[in-house]
């Protein structure tokens, strides 16, 4: 076999099977682009209401802060390694950024250079603290457990609806090395800051 056949193969290949693929695949994202990014309060509701009926009927935790890009394509592609699901979710999200139609999706894919293309275009440029948020985020449950804390002023705080929900709690350390936990919230802007905060440790440290 000489360089010349191995050639044709793989334009044939290019052109063939592997174009295929990733149209199925283009197509797949743009319905997912479709259900993710609704247009009224109503519709969003609706449309996280099926998501977590649809997580409860996997088995898959579900986490309703989350982003919805993200939680669709976790529904989606199940549990695909969290590199291709923050991927597709990062996709999803600059698409709604950009305000691209669900049938100009892989046009606009295609466009860009595909998805590894715009995947390494963000990650070159500015990565917005939300972003950051949600990246850390979605590794949090990986991380090993540091401590579990349960008292009856704590408890005071728990409410089953935010069951798998983040929280931060605000501790002062002692000279004995301990924690003295002293603030409690479930804010949105304190969640996201603090996620985005481990974000940054996490690199400083990588």
Not at 139 to 168: I, N, Q
């Amino acid at each position: 076999m000489t360089l010349n056949d191995l050639e044709a193969e793989r334009v044939t290949w290019e052109h063939g099977a592997y174009r295929t693929s990733n149209q199925a695949l283009y197509a797949v994202l743009a319905k997912c682009l479709a259900f993710t990014d609704t247009d009224s309060t109503e519709s969003a509701k609706q449309r996280n209401a099926e998501l977590e009926a649809f997580y409860k009927q996997r088995g898959y935790p579900y986490k309703k802060d989350a982003h919805p890009s993200t939680r669709v394509v976790k529904a989606v592609f199940g549990n695909l390694d969290r590199r291709r699901l923050n991927t597709y979710s990062l996709i999803l999200r600059e698409a709604i950024k950009q305000k691209v139609q669900a049938s100009r999706m892989a046009e606009w894919i295609e466009a860009k250079g595909g998805i590894q293309e715009i995947r390494l275009s963000q990650s070159s440029t500015y990565i917005a603290p939300s972003a950051k948020a949600e990246i850390a985020r979605q590794r949090f449950d990986d991380l090993p457990v540091l401590a579990t804390v349960k008292t009856d002023e704590l408890s005071k705080f728990a409410d089953g609806d935010f069951m798998g929900d983040s929280c931060v709690l605000i501790a002062e350390q002692t000279a004995e090395g301990s924690f003295v936990v002293r603030g409690f919230t479930r804010a949105g802007g304190a969640v996201t800051a603090a996620f985005a905060a481990m974000y940054a440790e996490q690199h400083k440290a990588a």
